[in-house]
């Protein structure tokens, strides 16, 4: 019930985040062809045995860079804290959230070498967004479930979240960041500390 | 007949001792925002929690992922194959949940894949049901079943070894224990020895099934304590609705 109730009030602060006047709706064939092509594309560069490790980094990077609505999934994670902080510290979040995103997911899918992806049975869709899902499978590894979120962003298809297994990546980063963020006296510069820091690692 | 006392149980009075002792303090009730992310965080032990956390990972860098590594070396059909025998072992606390649950057709399945792979899977050696039949494992447990009765999580529990949980799901945990047929299995060094290396392969298997996920979060995590705990919570939610089945599915406590 409780859990329910969460997710609800997740859904409904995201609504409430994202929503704008002129937010069209997503269809969920046009979302998982995004999907398809987006995957692909992802899936030939880490398979790409002509590539340095460093170079299919690269590679992967600038097809996130494309796919995903970095600046929708950015605000989204900052949550409550997007509006107390002030716009120079909204600018420098933004840059540092992007090159971290990047760096991770990048980092993550790089790894997964001889990786194969399947569009899953279900296809749903909520008010401004759809869910696409799909199974990710590696050699010597279990096939786990990957969901992609998608909406429209300027017109296209962009990607606003990741949820592997059930688990949404943007909530857990928003409860993460808000955790650095309390424990830092409230102040959102406490987040870009350790933003910076990670990032010079 | 009765067996010692577990060491989750005494986990568990350690966290209960912890709650009472280390408890954060909630946010004032003018900053509206900040009590409903308290609350839905449900995290009131949290210092405890952490100091348990940091406690955990301690122990982890120092033996459970080096072993981890090391298990890896093995081929993965034989990793396969532990986690296959151990699912088969799991079946009677599964099928008990399933059917608490009102789910007749997963139990059906559990109970369907028990025989199969008892049989011609030679004890649960080969996951027969899955590769020939294309019926795959599920798990359940009765932390579980007790969400499905409207039973709230209860504060968030954060324990070394076992890793994060919540009071409904560490009393589960402890009903599960006691309905596995080893723990009535009489008594003697060999019951003993047969639950040891049962309960240390769980935990390797458990651990290998998280494996990159832990190093992704240790690498990557501003907060690794922060993202466990909602991770933990999120992956949960889909266990109890039973969106968590695409084959070969960890024990999730």
Not at chain 1, 137 to 159: C, H, M, Y
Not at chain 2, 47 to 73: C, E, K, S
Not at chain 2, 154 to 170: A, H
């Amino acid at each position: 019930m409780l859990l329910l109730n969460r997710r609800d009030f997740a859904v409904l602060s995201l609504g409430l985040l994202c929503t704008s006047p002129s937010q069209a709706q997503m269809d969920t064939a046009r979302a998982a062809g995004f999907i398809q092509a987006a995957g692909d594309e992802l899936v030939a560069a880490i398979n790409n045995p002509g590539l340095s490790p460093a170079a299919r980094q690269e590679r992967v990077a600038s097809i996130l860079r494309r796919s995903v609505d970095i600046e929708t999934v950015g605000r989204f994670v900052l949550g409550r804290f997007w509006r107390i902080a002030t716009p120079a510290e909204q600018q420098d979040y933004l840059r540092l959230f992007e090159a971290s995103l990047i760096r991770n997911l990048a980092g993550r899918f790089g790894e997964y070498q001889g990786v194969r992806f399947a569009l899953g049975r279900t296809q749903s869709r909520t008010e401004d967004d759809a869910l696409v899902s799909t199974v990710v499978t590696r050699p010597n590894s279990n096939p786990f479930n990957l969901d992609w979120r998608v909406a429209e962003s300027g017109g296209q298809p962009k990607i606003v979240d990741l949820i592997a297994e059930g688990t949404s990546l943007r909530l857990t980063q928003r409860s993460e960041y808000a955790s650095v963020i309390q424990r830092g006296g409230g102040q959102v510069a406490a987040l870009l500390t350790a933003m910076r820091a990670q990032a010079a690692r | 007949m009765q067996r010692p006392l577990p060491a989750i149980y005494l986990c568990a009075i350690a966290a209960l001792v912890g709650l009472l002792a280390g408890c954060a303090t909630p946010p004032p009730a003018s900053d509206p925002e900040a009590l409903a992310e308290y609350r839905a965080t449900n995290d009131p032990a949290e210092p405890f929690n952490r100091a348990m956390f940091d406690v955990h990972q301690a122990i982890d860098g120092a033996i459970l992922r080096p072993l981890n590594g090391a298990y890896r070396w093995l081929p993965a059909p034989v990793r396969h194959s532990v986690s296959s025998v151990l699912n088969n072992l799991r079946t009677p606390v599964v099928l008990l949940n399933d059917m608490l649950q009102g789910e007749p057709v997963r139990a059906g399945d559990t109970l369907g894949r028990f025989v199969i792979n008892t049989t011609l899977g030679l004890g649960g050696i080969f996951d027969v049901a899955e590769s020939r039949f294309g019926v795959p494992v599920h798990y359940e447990d009765f932390g579980q079943t007790l969400a499905t009765f409207g039973v709230a999580e209860g504060p968030f529990l954060f324990l070394p070894i076992l890793g994060p949980s919540n009071l409904r799901d560490l009393a589960g945990l402890g009903v599960d224990t006691a309905a596995q047929p080893l723990t009535w299995f009489g008594q003697g060094l060999a019951v003993d020895l047969l639950a040891g290396v049962r309960g240390g392969a769980s935990m390797l298997d458990t651990r290998d099934y998280y494996f990159d996920f832990i190093d992704d979060i240790n690498r990557t995590s501003l907060d690794p304590y922060a993202a466990m705990r909602n991770a933990r919570r999120q992956a949960r939610a889909a266990a109890i609705a039973n969106r968590d089945a695409v084959g070969h599915q960890p024990p999730s406590r």
